[in-house]
């Protein structure tokens, strides 16, 4: 059986809930003292729990057992370059958020019409958004969040180090079956695409181009498959 989903933090032997989550769960679920929920402590622990007292304000939850939740063995990092309408991003931070991206990286790459002013006005809200993807999909921790950098400024020191880029067409992330990678850093493009001397610096820092098929995809379905297809290499 599976129980609504919360996030909330001790306070001595209980959990409590309280703002936004306080009200979902009495004020939107309508959940009542004796209800059974999971409260995720943004520690490492998903615990089943009993509502015990509902307060003007908060919840007080009487933990039951802590829940066995499996960690992926390996890292993601997103380097995503910004595209001229920042909404986009608004929409991709939950299905990158359930496929186990770890951490987000705005670039600022040439084809980036966007200020790096506009893009950290944005984070708050990203943030928001992966902090309540977690509820669904059952994460642990929420993906992390960084400040803009520029292309040149990257810089990965993980195990595979991959850029998606549309104009490669022989290598496909099917030639790396059977290699051990313990962490990946992906960098994908906007909509402009990527330049060919920025391809070129990317591959002095380690990066190797790989082709996402035969046809150009959008940002966002490019992040999905991108992503998609690492995991299948990472997993074992």
Not at 31 to 45: A, H, I, M, S, Y
Not at 58 to 63: D, E, F, S, T, V
Not at 107 to 131: C, G, P, R, T
Not at 191 to 204: N, Q, S, T
């Amino acid at each position: 059986m599976s129980y609504p989903l919360f996030i909330g933090k001790f306070e001595g032997d209980f959990l409590v809930l309280t703002d936004d989550e306080y009200h979902h769960a009495v004020k939107v679920r309508r959940l009542k003292e004796g209800d059974k929920v999971e409260v995720n402590d943004l520690q490492g622990n998903i615990y089943l729990g009993e509502i015990l007292k509902i307060e003007k304000n908060k919840a007080l939850i009487k933990p039951i057992q802590k829940q066995d939740i499996k960690i992926p063995d390996y890292k993601i990092t997103l380097y995503q370059c910004m595209p001229n309408q920042l909404s986009k991003i608004d929409d991709i931070i939950e299905p990158i958020s359930q496929l186990g991206v770890d951490r987000f990286v705005p670039v600022l790459s040439k084809n980036s019409a966007v200020k790096q002013s506009d893009v950290e006005k944005k984070i708050q809200k990203w943030e928001k958004i992966a902090l309540n993807s977690i509820k669904q999909c059952r994460r642990l921790y929420p993906v992390s969040i960084d400040k803009p950098v520029k292309l040149s400024n990257i810089n990965s020191y993980d195990d595979l180090k991959v850029v998606f880029y549309e104009k490669e067409y022989e290598r496909k992330t099917k030639d790396l079956l059977g290699k051990t990678f313990q962490s990946c850093s992906i960098v994908i493009g906007n909509e402009g695409g990527f330049e060919k001397e920025e391809i070129k610096l990317l591959v002095d820092k380690g990066f190797l181009p790989f082709s996402l098929g035969n046809y150009i995809l959008k940002m966002e379905t490019a992040i999905i498959v991108g992503v998609c297809q690492i995991k299948m290499i990472l997993e074992r």
